[in-house]
């Protein structure tokens, strides 16, 4: 009796066995492959948004810059307008606050998990205020720096941003090195070093020149964009939920990015106008206006456009932060420099003369971004392999 039920349990664990080890069937394999193509095509739209986000932004607010100086009347003045511009990196943030209420209205009956709303509540007050920090010191260390280096001189300099952010993304273990990497982080510092051949209206005369406290700036702006980017990437790795999880996506993460960008870009402008009024620039914003080449409306617009402009880069580069890293964000903002140079040039925005070196910056930076999203298209593909 004892034998036959041990016979019987033993047939069944066997069957047991054969059910669990029996091959998937093709449909199962078929909606896997058909849900990670979705999910790629999907990665891939929003990365694409984000590159045109980031390159528009940046190539505006620096084609209307140069403009904005090339007009100004008394352009060498002690006072040159360093904390407006740097001002109006982040005063725009308003126009952020609609879309940000409207997605928060479209998403009210989502709610945060309890794990997100106990963490966020303890750390991301902080963050907002030293992101706004180094949002100011950044702004106000490269237009410092601008107003003393030869353009010569702070193009090959600033592009050191891209060893800080990779060095700062080490730390972190935020990056991993592969020769893709590699070839694109090197063609692109090319293509920012090599924008030395371009000039920037703004620029100073001989007698102007500071080389050794300019440097000093440019070199200090770099550290803190470096590391702005890589704790935004910290943030959404750390105290926001994991990409991975199916609840992040309906979460209406591009909201929670909109907020931090409002929160730190207020923080940065609180922290920046008392200085506006401290350098007595305030008082100068009249006479320029009255004194623009090219009339008052000119002038307004140009502010304005640099404002909005500079808020459109913003979403561009945190959202390239989240969606893929902080190196690939650099290396995408770093590159879009020869096609201001380019678009300088196009639109008459000084005395720039095309030469081989716009060529051959405008190569590298597509040889650059080219050999990254090579990179993310291999480790998708390799993923895909894994899982099936």
């Not at 349990?9 to 080890?21: K, M, P, S, W, Y």
């Not at 990196?89 to 606050?97: K, S, T, W």
């Not at 480790?379 to 894994?386: C, H």
């Amino acid at each position: 009796m004892r034998q036959n039920q041990r016979m019987q349990q033993d047939a069944e664990g066997f069957a047991h066995i054969r059910l669990n080890t029996e091959p998937r069937s093709s449909s199962t394999l078929y909606n896997n492959r058909t849900g990670s193509s979705d999910r790629r095509c999907n990665k891939w739209f929003t990365i694409s948004i984000y590159i045109i986000l980031a390159i528009t932004g940046q190539s505006i607010a620096r084609l209307l810059e140069n403009f904005y100086y090339l007009h100004k009347v008394n352009k060498h003045r002690k006072n040159n307008g360093i904390w407006t511009q740097s001002l109006l990196q982040f005063i725009g943030f308003p126009i952020l606050i609609f879309p940000f209420l409207f997605l928060c209205f479209i998403k009210q009956n989502r709610r945060l998990p309890y794990t997100f709303i106990q963490r966020s509540n303890k750390y991301l007050a902080i963050f907002y205020f030293a992101l706004g920090i180094m949002m100011a010191i950044q702004a106000a260390s490269s237009s410092q720096s601008k107003f003393e280096l030869p353009f010569s001189v702070f193009t090959p300099v600033y592009a050191t941003q891209i060893l800080f952010t990779v060095l700062t993304s080490v730390v972190y273990k935020k990056i991993k090195f592969c020769r893709w990497t590699v070839i694109s982080l090197v063609f692109a510092i090319l293509a920012g070093a090599l924008t030395f051949s371009s000039s920037f209206a703004g620029g100073p005369n001989k007698h102007e020149r500071k080389y050794d406290s300019g440097i000093a700036y440019a070199f200090t702006a770099c550290v803190f964009f470096s590391g702005l980017l890589v704790e935004v990437h910290n943030l959404f790795d750390d105290v926001i939920p994991d990409r991975d999880d199916p609840t992040y996506r309906k979460l209406g993460v591009f909201v929670l990015r909109l907020k931090m960008l409002i929160f730190s870009s207020f923080v940065a402008t609180v922290v920046t106008v008392p200085f506006v009024f401290i350098s007595g620039e305030h008082q100068d914003l009249k006479r320029v206006m009255d004194g623009f080449s090219k009339g008052k409306a000119a002038y307004v617009k140009t502010m304005v456009g640099q404002a909005v402009a500079w808020q459109i880069y913003w979403v561009g580069i945190v959202g390239l932060v989240c969606v893929v890293s902080s190196v690939f964000s650099n290396v995408i903002s770093v590159c879009t420099w020869p096609l201001v140079s380019v678009l300088v040039l196009l639109f008459h925005y000084g005395d720039n003369q095309y030469d081989v070196f716009n060529g051959i910056t405008i190569g590298f930076a597509a040889l650059s971004v080219a050999s990254y999203i090579y990179m993310i298209h291999k480790q998708d593909s390799d993923g895909d392999e894994a899982t099936s």
